[in-house]
């Protein structure tokens, strides 16, 4: 159990600009302390250098009260005016198309509701389907309820057309089967009588997907998530015969109200096509470009045929924004110096996190020669992540046993803190939006050192040898471009620079061609595509399909992003495999043992002399580390077939990997034997150097591990060698 | 499927001395078919500090259910990766590991 956490409304500031923090205090703790860090290394294992913060006189250090906030996880539609009949003495029909996803629940789960949250009893109605997935109709006056239910359990993962007819005294409630199977009843129904008059709901608020609970200011809270697709809720006069109703487009004339979903897909506007102008949004980012009830592969991109994507996926675990009372806000000081920083929040319980963010320089200040990017986009992908302890497979892929810490523990209690992009949904479709505006438990120090924990070796490395050094992040590059990485001579990338948009890597091509230089610390770099959203900022999306190491397949249809309407997956699938950026690509991946790297012939180049200076001729490069060796975990090598540069200079070569390191699936175009390091020569990393442009050049590691090894024997030791030797030469303007 | 033959002691003493890295071809196969149990009740660790201790659990039907602690507790992952070895060289030869 977590006793404190906490976030920032946004990962990354300059100065002078605000940053919000947000607190809760899950343990009870009636009062906390923060203080402002600079970050430098978050490895606190026995093995590795430790944690080392300087502190910051800031002015928001200081005790604060604890308080534990709300959190409200689950998506739903909200139309704030949604109900409009003028007189309910002439009834009114609801209309739905649903495909629900998990019924296995065995819990209440609103389709479409209308509800006053602030009056006893809370009178209105709801469409929903019960824990035995029964089609239900409530209705309340907030004194008397009343339900009525057909005796029918809706199929799961199968497209069904539910009405409700209410007349004046009675309730009709009919399902129809879209796609019966043979001997299969298409269409149910039941008429019953109701015995209190229909209670006024004009000018209440619909929800779809959910039953609104509660309203607190901005906040809404719902009850009753509906995990499932929905299509063309509507609202109309009312009809006496609802069982003849073969398609929901009959019933679109004259309607009060009726969302069309595959208008404005792009956005979490739902748009109310009945011309009354009841529109309204979505809450917690419920998936959208989904295929509907009338998509038979007609098209595989969205943006081609809108009307063949009328629904939405909606899922109890959807999380935009936990949208916390602001704790304490600070603006950030002119004179703030651009690094790693973290509010360090602490409370009597002994409770203690880490609200990390990142500080660029200001945009009109001097810049340091070297700027170390911040993978901001690839620790949203992986925010939260439970993928580890709910994929049965994750054993035999990490070769060791799997470990749930306090936080995986805590998250594995906590579905309402989100999933990452790395997990399946309760119902078992894969996520697709991750968000920052939350805690985000594996993007801290003192955790696993993967991705922002194992980036800190190099945040670590450049503060012990003295570099000068400027953050940048994935977040600016993206909205900035190259404009944002030209002030630099030399840009510096983590451990694990796995997602970014099309923006970025353009960004990078113009830096490189143009005189950058870049040297890529990692494994598994530049591998998926990410959309943004300029309404959503703190928010990504990631399609996976066909191809690549992941833990799902999207379904067919609904592979491109629904921001920006592009088509999702692997750079490697979009044209652009990081072979063609940084030389090297994603080949394999292990976890149970790092190993080392050895030269080959070409670093003997002279090109490459002024790497390997110091270095000897038969040493072994990274046979040691924090974790264990520089090459490991996930290994990219060169591939000119993909798009190395002829003249790129393998330097040195991976080698003694485990059984348990195997090819990616994107490089097995058919199953066969020998797929591991025992057998395959290409399970390997490949150091890579390679000119580019105008005097620009790329050096890059070809693996994760590569940062855990550069502060061995107290940064002395040829990994910090070769890198030092690299950046030296690189932050140097004379021409390579 | 692959059967773990209950007279190979030595690759269960491979494993032992060496629970990580390069093992042999047979190894491998016994660590694959104990590696890749059903979800329900595969054992995982619950570590309850920074650095431990480890508590053995047995994963619930479905993602969404809780772990089931065993009782078992170590003080360092190598040794928690043998006695599962042993659990599950039980389990599917039916024979005790009588290495000890």
Redesign the interface.
Known sequence: MLKIVGYTDRPSVRPGEGLAFKVSCEGGAAEYDAEILRLICGD???QGPGFKSDPVAASVNGRYPGRKQRINCGSFGYVERGFVTHDHTGGFTLAVVIQPTWLTKKADQALLACRAVDEPGRPGWSLLLDAAARPVFELSNGHHDYAIHLDLAVPEKRWSLIIVAVAGSSVTISHRLLTPLPKEGAVASMTAPFPFAIPRTRGLPVTIAAELASVEGERLFTTRHYDGKIESPLIRPWIDDPESVGTIDSLFAGCYARWDFSQSIGSQDIVDASGHGRHGRLVNLPTRAVTGHNWKGQTLRWSDRPDLYGAIHFHCDDLHDMQWETDFSWTIPADLKSGVYAARVSCADGGEDFLPFFVLPAKKAPKAPVAFLASTFTFMAYANS?HG??D??S??CY????????AE?FL?ER?DFGISLYDRH?DGSGGVYSSWHRPILNTRP?RALWNFNADLHVVDWLTETSQHFDIITDDHIHAEGVELLRDYRCIVTGSHPEYHSTEMLDAFDTYLQNGGRLMYLGGNGFYWRVATHSDLPGVIEVRRGEAGTRCFELPPGERFHSFTGEFGGLWRSNGRAPQTLVGVGFVAEGF??NSHFVRTEQSFDPRAAFIFEGVGRDEKIGDFGVLGGAAGYELDAADPELGTPPHALVLARSV????VFLLTPEEMLAGFPGADA?ENPKVRAELVYFETGTDGAVFSTGSITWAASLCHNSYDNNVARITGNVLRRFIDPRPL | MYEIDPTRLDLAEEFRRKPYGRHSAELQRILNRMRTEPFEGHYVLLRDGRFGPYRLGQLGATPADPIAPTGHVFTSVREAEWVVFKLRWKRLTGQDLALD
């Open positions: 606190d294992s026995p439970h302890y709910e049965a497979l054993e035999v070769g060791a046993l799997l470990e749930l810490g306090p523990q594995k579905r309760r003192k149970d043992e003694e990997h485990s059984n025992i």
